[in-house]
């Protein structure tokens, strides 16, 4: 087999891969980071298909057209590479109009230059001309410009960051999904390489294998979205469900280990994901650590969390080994109910301080204060107002000492203070 015929065959392979992954991801186009996905893949179908007619056409014109246009998918591919990485790493709020139109400066001043100067010669190639080989394929010569050493520091750029984002959510998200981002990952780093190629194969004509680990990079991903349904509807819902409960969910190996837990169990435990993954239970959650939650039978308990918060408590064993432990806060619940028993008893106490001839104790004085009070309101003179007045203040003074007597035979709480009699 020719080198030409395994380059082609490369290409065609890659440009039926990715339009079948693209029609598969089609179904789930209303998430953010599917849209990107799309793009990112019509961009990689485009620069090899423009690849592949460079390579093929006998017309020199429509060499020379695809050779420019090669570079619309090539140039927006990192832009579109860094969009998808913010939405998947669950950073999408960075994605504005504005800040994309700054990601895409350079791409965009690639096409002017490209399409907008003479012949072959330009800032991005000072010399560019195409060679027919004896076998009948198109190769390039060309002679690299000032323009194109920007253009490979920003795919090289874009692809690090693109690195970044993703080794940083892989330490962040389960340890399961680890591997199929560990795909993705290599995928960046080959791509981001191929930014090198340019430089370091030279002057010489000949293939230009750059659409070749593009391609690769956009199956690894492609094959991680089938493999695993990272766009399908019920497993973001179920991980959306998983993330935004309030209660905490910890999912424990068969060793009793932690491999899962919830924003919620963080705050349960007190303890940041890095202190709580891989380790068992006993060792975050003493209060839950008992052998007899772990049998084959869903079991409920109650255990204590951080800042003296109370949980109630679910251990579910699961049929593939394991346990699912759900914590519900009742901190609440518990100290509305202390209260309420409180006054509970503070009431049965004032039902018990106060018998029926105590009652009657108490009308009395306010029988005679009322009296005095609708004696002032008819006219009199000064000497029976001052009579009246003398007679309340008397009424009022019983009636504050049986208040003051009752007062001190109820149970209150620590920080009640009774004011002293005036």
């Known amino acids: ?26 179904r789930s186009r209303r998430i953010p980071s599917a849209k990107a996905m799309l793009w990112t893949m019509a961009a990689v179908v485009e620069i090899n298909l ?12 429509v060499a020379y057209f695809t050779a420019r246009a090669r570079f619309l998918g090539l140039g927006f591919l990192d832009a579109f590479v860094v969009i998808w990485a913010l939405q998947y790493t669950q950073r999408g709020t960075w994605v504005t109009p504005r800040r994309v139109v700054l990601l895409c400066i350079v791409p965009i001043t690639t096409q002017i230059v490209l399409w907008l100067t003479p012949g072959g010669h330009s800032d991005f190639f000072k010399e560019w001309a195409l060679i027919r080989s004896p076998d009948g394929y198109n190769v390039e010569y060309r002679l690299l410009g000032g323009f194109h050493d920007v253009y490979v520091v920003y795919t090289i750029l874009t692809a690090l960051i693109c690195i970044a984002l993703l080794v940083d959510y892989a330490l962040r998200i389960d340890s399961s999904k680890r591997l199929t981002l560990a795909w993705i990952i290599a995928g960046t780093m080959t791509a981001g390489a191929a930014g090198i190629i340019p430089i370091v194969i030279g002057q ?12 690769l990079f956009s199956l690894a991903v492609g094959w991680a979205v089938v493999r695993h349904n990272f766009y ?30 919830n924003p919620a169990a963080e705050r349960a435990l007190g303890l940041s994901r890095s202190k709580i993954m891989n380790r068992k239970l006993s060792e ?59 006054s509970e008893q503070r009431a049965k106490a004032l039902v018990d301080a106060f018998p029926d001839h105590a009652m009657k104790n108490f009308r009395m004085p306010i029988q005679h204060i009322d009296a005095a009070v609708q004696a002032l309101k008819q006219p009199s003179n000064a000497e029976q107002r001052a009579a009246h007045i003398a007679h309340i ?3 009022a003074d019983i009636l504050w000492m049986m208040v003051d007597n009752v007062l001190h035979r109820l149970p209150l709480p620590a920080d009640t203070t009774i004011a002293p009699e005036p």
Not at 50 to 61: D, H, N, Y
Not at 234 to 253: E, F, G, N, Q, R
Not at 288 to 313: I, K, M, Q, W
Request: glycine share 8%; charged share 15%; with cysteine.
């Open 1 to 26: 087999m020719k080198i030409h015929d395994l380059y082609l065959g490369l290409m065609a392979i890659i440009i039926v891969g990715n339009t079948l992954l693209m029609a598969y991801i089609w």
């Open 50 to 61: 423009m690849f592949f007619i460079l390579t093929v056409t006998p017309s020199a014109e």
């Open 204 to 215: 010489a004509p000949g293939l230009r294998p750059l659409p070749i680990p593009m391609g």
């Open 232 to 261: 399908a509807v019920l497993p973001l819902a179920y991980d959306l469900i998983y993330t935004s409960m309030s209660d905490a969910a910890l999912v424990l190996d068969s060793r009793q280990r932690i491999v899962r837990a």
């Open 284 to 342: 975050v959650m003493p209060q839950a650590s008992d052998p007899s939650l772990f049998s084959d039978s869903l079991v409920r308990f109650e255990a204590g969390g951080a800042a003296g918060t109370v949980y109630l408590g679910k251990c579910q064993p699961m049929s593939v080994g394991g346990w699912l432990m759900v914590l519900h806060d009742v901190t609440a619940q518990r100290r509305a109910q202390a209260n309420l028993s409180r």
């Open 393 to 395: 203040d008397a009424e």
